[in-house]
């Protein structure tokens, strides 16, 4: 579930028209910068926080938390800017003690087991989820009818 | 996967569950853009990771199988310890008849087919011995 395939490239485009998200608390809209169409992590940012167009993106500007901010500042000089998007930042954490809490693995259930319950929210047109009712699919429906092959994963 | 489901989806229901990005910008582990691999910021709304599974799907072309999207508690990926990737299999009985390792590595869709023809009944596939071992 990582990969681009060529042949989608052309199909990128479509996706942010029904797949754009207004319901963001960020004031400008997320229909504004389409992340598909921009080449590199400073672009997207850049297009989508630096409002007064400094190169810089201040605490001010960012609208997704302090959090994050924190870890787009990779220079810790206050700013989101170009030169923290080639100060690495991957790896951290994947290594050394897991005992301290946050960022610690949790324990995947074993075969034999009873498996973990879940409803979830089953994924629609994004059309079809803002007009309708949201169809919940929980696991344990399943028992006694089909086996089921769970794939988790994301995007990236 | 997609061919997996295209063998066995009639008797086996596939659900892809969609979880916390693994490679988020502004995560842990950023990636994105200029390597090739999709610039994402980490959903902070269950509308937000609904829009990125959706850019997956066109991407990558998940359907038909179903995508079921992990709550902002990311209760299932947590439950099931998924991040970043991983592949069960759950018998009609309710219980984990197999539990694959943890992705990248230990992303096996052949030792998922393996455990769906076992559970089916099925004659098993002769495979080549893989080097490594499964990591959990």
Redesign the interface.
Known sequence: ?????PT?TA??G???I????P??QDERS?QDVD??E????????AKRYDTDGDDKITPEEYT??TE?FT??DRDKNGVIEEADMSKG??????RGPRSRGQ?Q????????????D?K????G??KK?AKEKQEL?Q??K??????????????? | ?KE?HAT?GE????????????????????????D???????P?????R?????????????AP???????MKN?????????????????????????GG???FGFSPDE?EDA?RL??KLTPIERKAKKGTRR?
């Open positions: 579930m990582r990969r681009l395939t989608m199909l990128m479509l996706a942010l029904a797949g754009a998200n319901s963001s997320k992340p598909d921009t080449r590199t992590v400073w672009e997207y940012l997704r938390g994050a870890r787009l930042g991957r790896g951290r954490g994947r960022g693995r949790p324990e995947p259930p074993q075969e034999g087991e009873r498996a973990p879940f979830l929210e089953l994924l047109t994004a989820d699919v696991l344990s399943f028992k006694g009818k089909k086996p089921v092959a769970l794939i988790f994963g994301s995007y990236t | 996967m997996l066995y008797k086996v229901e596939f659900l892809v569950v969609y979880i916390t990005e693994a490679h988020a910008l502004d995560g842990r582990s950023p990636k994105g853009g200029a090739g691999s999709p610039i994402v910021e980490e902070v709304t269950l509308e937000e609904k829009a990125i599974a959706r850019r997956c799907d066109i991407a990558i072309g998940l199988m179903r995508i079921l999207i992990d709550d209760t299932a990926g947590t439950a099931y310890a998924g991040h970043p990737d991983r592949l069960y299999l759950v018998d009609k009985a309710g219980r984990i008849s197999y539990a943890r992705g990248p998922l769906i559970d089916l959990k």
